[in-house]
């Protein structure tokens, strides 16, 4: 099985950067994709920022010019640094793997597509 466990949200006021990271462990062989999703109160999760094995990064629209989003592959771990950080971007956000192909107990390969953390809260307000 894989987990995947967040650090770094917490409250910041208007203005300022916080950095979040996941490691995702188990017997791993390849992620193909990582990423951040958000999940702002009474909303649904939305995308914020993925980037594929291959270095391809997407962000949501209102994020481009303040995240970065970055990946240590061998480490599978992936990063969101986040700077002048708004209001808006306040939520809980939820690292992804996905694409995802690992050794079972057995030793056998298995594929999921998708394997969630558990959300690490972020607040933005002054």
């Known amino acids: 099985q894989v987990q995947l466990v967040e650090s770094g949200g917490g409250w910041v006021q208007p203005g300022g950067s916080l950095r979040l990271s996941c490691a995702a462990s188990g017997n791993i062989f390849r992620i193909n994709t990582m990423g951040w999703y958000r999940q702002a109160p009474e909303k649904q999760r939305d995308i914020v920022g993925v980037?594929?094995?291959?270095?391809?990064?997407t962000y949501k629209e209102s994020v481009k010019g303040r995240f970065t989003i970055s990946r240590d592959i061998g480490n599978n771990t992936v990063y969101l640094q986040m700077d002048s950080l708004k209001p808006e971007d306040t939520g809980v956000y939820y690292c992804?793997?996905?694409?995802?192909?690992?050794?079972?107990?057995?030793?056998?390969?298995?594929?999921?597509?998708?394997?969630w953390g558990e959300g690490t809260p972020v607040t933005v307000s002054a």
């Open positions: 992804n793997a996905r694409g995802v192909y690992y050794y079972d107990s057995s030793g056998s390969m298995r594929h999921e597509l998708d394997f």
């Open positions: 980037m594929t094995s291959g270095g391809i990064k």
